[in-house]
Nanobody, 115 residues
Framework: QVQFVESGGGLVQPGGSLRLSCVAS????????MGWYRQAPGKQRELVASIQWRTGSTYSAGSVKGRFAISRDNAKNKVYLQMNSLKPEDTAVYYC????????WGQGTQVTVSS
């Protein structure tokens, strides 16, 4: 069972940037698609961005395209989410996981965008 620890969240003003990090407790399979997900209060968890572990091919949801970028460090079993031009609607708890929730969800990291 792989566990994830997310970090890097915080309070930021609209237009600001944050870089989230996720570290896995074990080796991530090359077959995995790792994703960053978010859940705002009263809303369902949604996929924000994903990256295929072996090829590095990425996907971004329409709401964050051009603002967020996902990347990985295979050797360190880490996934990153660079978030730029943040908006209040990006406020949520952000999680990482494999393939839509293959493993148990971690604690997540809170991102609050507010002036």
């Amino acid at each position: 069972q792989v566990q994830f620890v997310e970090s890097g969240g915080g309070l930021v003003q609209p237009g600001g940037s944050l870089r989230l990090s996720c570290v896995a407790s074990g080796t991530i399979s090359s077959l995995s698609t790792m994703g960053w997900y978010r859940q705002a209060p009263g809303k369902q968890r949604e996929l924000v961005a994903s990256i295929q572990w072996r090829t590095g091919s990425t996907y971004s949801a329409g709401s964050v395209k051009g603002r967020f970028a996902i990347s990985r460090d295979n050797a360190k079993n880490k996934v990153y989410l660079q978030m730029n031009s943040l908006k209040p609607e990006d406020t949520a708890v952000y999680y990482c996981n494999r393939d839509g929730g293959y493993y148990s969800w971690g604690q997540g990291t809170q991102v609050t965008v507010s002036s």
